[in-house]
């Protein structure tokens, strides 16, 4: 992870769009005439504007942005809007629009909003305005004090030097306050500008956004800076500093980008899977399981503390090109997916990741009596990351049924061509299984295969008989046409069913229509009047 010997084409100065040449016009043109009436022109008391950002880190690499964030030298943001609109309305003639609405987005420290912003929309482009500010730290807290800032202050607050060049409308320039924001941004190097470790402990969510810019735009962190981000004390800060909703936020964005794998490898060599992966966000659920469940959650934090789940996301990072590489090549269709199915591939890391917790659960709902307990890897997504129920769900499920679907895939290979009619799964058997996972098969089809060669002899020497054998039982799920089996809908609905049988509806359809659905797996072309004569003939059992 040493600075890189690449160049980025990075453009010498910046190219509007049609848009945002009317925007700046606009703007400039609001500037000069505010400075005019209020004789400030000349004076250090004048009104100037400044794109901030990733829009002038973005368009400098040449790519599209619609961020547009404009800092204000000397005003609020909402002061700034309200003057802007009344100007519109004075001149309607020259530019066109009407004054959009003012919508004003209050200060909200946990989620990172320590300024009042004003949000309107110019020539249909929404845009941000804010003042410039410094800010100042407490050891405790994340959330800063804030207070109006020069350029050079707000610049220097920032995480990253190439997230700190400014555009100055007014001058059609670049303007570089930390020294370093244009070479590190032609040279892909990721910087803090201040010394890293103050700047990570003042705020720690700012480790995690120069992991999601290294794996965004394949940047390097400076190695001074990676060394720091290592630090325990920063590591310790994570908890006590950051909110769950803010790591969720940058996690999910690292993950639907290009290459998340490189975010994995930094948040493995900088120890940071224990406070990313963490269990859970509520204290009194916690606190809860280590008074009443102390073995379960000594066992789930011991993964953690002896580094077992380091040691997990390390193999799984050196092997992963292996597997979509290598291991994939034999099903383009199934590589292919995985690289472009962003939630596939995203609930596929998460999965394989997080196994070192696949058979643990904690007491995640204390008030209830039944059915209180939940997987920690499902707690892990949805407590810990923020992420959605389904995917917590889904990936916990996939996590638990590895072993099952590993032993499926080889009770198929083994019993091809038996004449043992005992031993052969019966396509019923095969469609319920993958019925189960509700069209996430192909999901737990890639992490068992994952696992089951990580566990044989690692990716470094691929075993060439598990591919074949997930291979053709993946290949005879096409054939069969089981792959949309969470679709199957029985073939006789309920009312027909009660007509039929002149019953009274009751507990006995539900049983019923399972019934139907494993006959119509074992009968694929079976008509209607086929499966009325089996549940005529076991009804008796199924009331």
Same mark, same amino acid.
């Given at each position: 992870?040493?600075?890189?010997?690449?160049?980025?084409?990075?453009?010498?100065?910046?190219?509007?769009?049609?848009?945002?040449?009317?925007?700046?016009?606009?703007?400039?043109?609001?500037?000069?005439?505010?400075?005019?009436?209020?004789?400030?022109?000349?004076?250090?008391?004048?009104?100037?504007?400044?794109?901030?950002?990733?829009?002038?880190?973005?368009?400098?690499?040449?790519?599209?942005?619609?961020?547009?964030?404009?800092?204000?030298?000397?005003?609020?943001?909402?002061?700034?809007?309200?003057?802007?609109?009344?100007?519109?309305?004075?001149?309607?003639?020259?530019?066109?629009?009407?004054?959009?609405?003012?919508?004003?987005?209050?200060?909200?420290?946990?989620?990172?909003?320590?300024?009042?912003?004003?949000?309107?929309?110019?020539?249909?482009?929404?845009?941000?305005?804010?003042?410039?500010?410094?800010?100042?730290?407490?050891?405790?807290?994340?959330?800063?004090?804030?207070?109006?800032?020069?350029?050079?202050?707000?610049?220097?607050?920032?995480?990253?030097?190439?997230?700190?060049?400014?555009?100055?409308?007014?001058?059609?320039?670049?303007?570089?306050?930390?020294?370093?924001?244009?070479?590190?941004?032609?040279?892909?190097?990721?910087?803090?500008?201040?010394?890293?470790?103050?700047?990570?402990?003042?705020?720690?969510?700012?480790?995690?956004?120069?992991?999601?810019?290294?794996?965004?735009?394949?940047?390097?962190?400076?190695?001074?800076?990676?060394?720091?981000?290592?630090?325990?004390?920063?590591?310790?800060?994570?908890?006590?500093?950051?909110?769950?909703?803010?790591?969720?936020?940058?996690?999910?964005?690292?993950?639907?980008?290009?290459?998340?794998?490189?975010?994995?490898?930094?948040?493995?060599?900088?120890?940071?899977?224990?406070?990313?992966?963490?269990?859970?966000?509520?204290?009194?659920?916690?606190?809860?399981?280590?008074?009443?469940?102390?073995?379960?959650?000594?066992?789930?934090?011991?993964?953690?503390?002896?580094?077992?789940?380091?040691?997990?996301?390390?193999?799984?990072?050196?092997?992963?090109?292996?597997?979509? +590489?290598?291991?994939?090549?034999? =099903?383009?269709? @199934? $590589?292919?997916? /995985?690289?472009?199915?962003?939630? %596939? *591939?995203?609930?596929?890391?998460?999965?394989?990741?997080?196994?070192?917790?696949?058979?643990?659960?904690?007491?995640?709902?204390?008030?209830?009596?039944?059915?209180?307990?939940?997987?920690?890897?499902?707690?892990?997504?949805?407590?810990?990351?923020?992420?959605?129920?389904?995917?917590?769900?889904?990936?916990?499920?996939?996590?638990?049924?590895?072993?099952?679907?590993?032993?499926?895939?080889?009770?198929?290979?083994?019993?091809?061509?038996?004449?043992?009619?005992?031993?052969?799964?019966?396509?019923?058997?095969?469609?319920?299984?993958?019925?189960?996972?509700?069209?996430?098969?192909?999901?737990?089809?890639?992490?068992?295969?994952?696992?089951?060669?990580?566990?044989?002899?690692?990716?470094?020497?691929?075993?060439?008989?598990?591919?074949? +054998?997930?291979?053709?039982?993946? =290949?005879?799920? @096409? $054939?069969?046409? /089981?792959?949309?089996?969470?679709? %199957? *809908?029985?073939?006789?609905?309920?009312?027909?069913?009660?007509?039929?049988?002149?019953?009274?509806?009751?507990?006995?359809?539900?049983?019923?229509?399972?019934?139907?659905?494993?006959?119509?797996?074992?009968?694929?072309?079976?008509?209607?009047?086929?499966?009325?004569?089996?549940?005529?003939?076991?009804?008796?059992?199924?009331?």
């Amino acid at each position: 992870m040493s600075e890189p010997s690449q160049h980025y084409k990075v453009a010498e100065r910046i190219v509007l769009s049609e848009t945002e040449s009317k925007i700046c016009d606009l703007l400039k043109d609001y500037c000069n005439y505010y400075n005019n009436t209020n004789n400030s022109a000349a004076s250090n008391e004048a009104l100037v504007l400044r794109i901030t950002g990733g829009w002038v880190r973005d368009k400098l690499l040449g790519q599209g942005s619609h961020d547009l964030d404009i800092a204000i030298n000397k005003m609020s943001g909402e002061l700034f809007a309200h003057g802007l609109n009344d100007y519109l309305r004075q001149n309607y003639s020259k530019y066109g629009i009407k004054p959009h609405s003012i919508h004003k987005i209050d200060k909200n420290p946990e989620k990172s909003k320590h300024l009042e912003t004003a949000t309107t929309k110019l020539f249909g482009i929404e845009v941000d305005f804010v003042n410039l500010r410094s800010e100042e730290y407490t050891e405790l807290s994340r959330i800063p004090i804030v207070n109006f800032g020069t350029p050079e202050q707000d610049a220097l607050r920032r995480d990253a030097t190439l997230n700190a060049l400014f555009y100055n409308i007014q001058t059609d320039s670049i303007e570089d306050f930390t020294g370093k924001g244009l070479s590190d941004l032609k040279n892909g190097i990721l910087r803090t500008p201040l010394p890293p470790k103050q700047t990570f402990l003042d705020d720690p969510l700012r480790v995690l956004r120069l992991i999601r810019f290294a794996s965004r735009f394949n940047f390097k962190i400076d190695r001074n800076v990676l060394k720091e981000m290592s630090d325990p004390e920063i590591n310790k800060s994570f908890n006590s500093k950051i909110s769950r909703e803010r790591i969720g936020v940058e996690m999910e964005k690292i993950l639907s980008g290009p290459n998340p794998l490189t975010a994995w490898k930094l948040i493995q060599i900088s120890n940071l899977e224990n406070v990313i992966f963490f269990w859970h966000c509520n204290e009194s659920v916690i606190e809860f399981n280590k008074r009443q469940n102390f073995s379960n959650v000594d066992k789930i934090e011991k993964v953690y503390r002896s580094g077992q789940l380091n040691k997990h996301m390390s193999r799984f990072n050196s092997q992963y090109p292996a597997f979509i +590489e290598d291991v994939l090549k034999s =099903n383009p269709s @199934l $590589q292919n997916k /995985l690289l472009t199915d962003k939630q %596939l *591939r995203q609930n596929f890391m998460l999965g394989s990741s997080l196994l070192p917790f696949h058979d643990m659960n904690i007491i995640a709902f204390p008030q209830k009596k039944l059915n209180n307990t939940a997987p920690v890897i499902e707690c892990i997504i949805k407590d810990g990351l923020k992420m959605s129920k389904n995917d917590a769900a889904v990936v916990s499920q996939v996590a638990q049924s590895i072993s099952k679907y590993s032993y499926i895939v080889t009770l198929f290979n083994t019993n091809i061509g038996s004449t043992n009619s005992a031993s052969v799964l019966k396509r019923s058997q095969i469609g319920l299984f993958i019925r189960s996972f509700k069209g996430n098969w192909m999901l737990v089809h890639l992490v068992a295969l994952f696992n089951d060669l990580l566990n044989s002899d690692g990716l470094q020497k691929i075993n060439p008989t598990i591919i074949q +054998e997930y291979d053709s039982f993946y =290949n005879m799920i @096409l $054939q069969e046409n /089981l792959q949309d089996c969470h679709s %199957l *809908r029985p073939l006789i609905d309920g009312k027909s069913l009660q007509k039929i049988l002149n019953m009274k509806p009751g507990p006995w359809m539900g049983n019923i229509n399972d019934k139907q659905i494993e006959w119509q797996f074992d009968n694929p072309t079976g008509t209607k009047e086929q499966l009325i004569k089996y549940i005529q003939r076991i009804l008796s059992n199924c009331i």
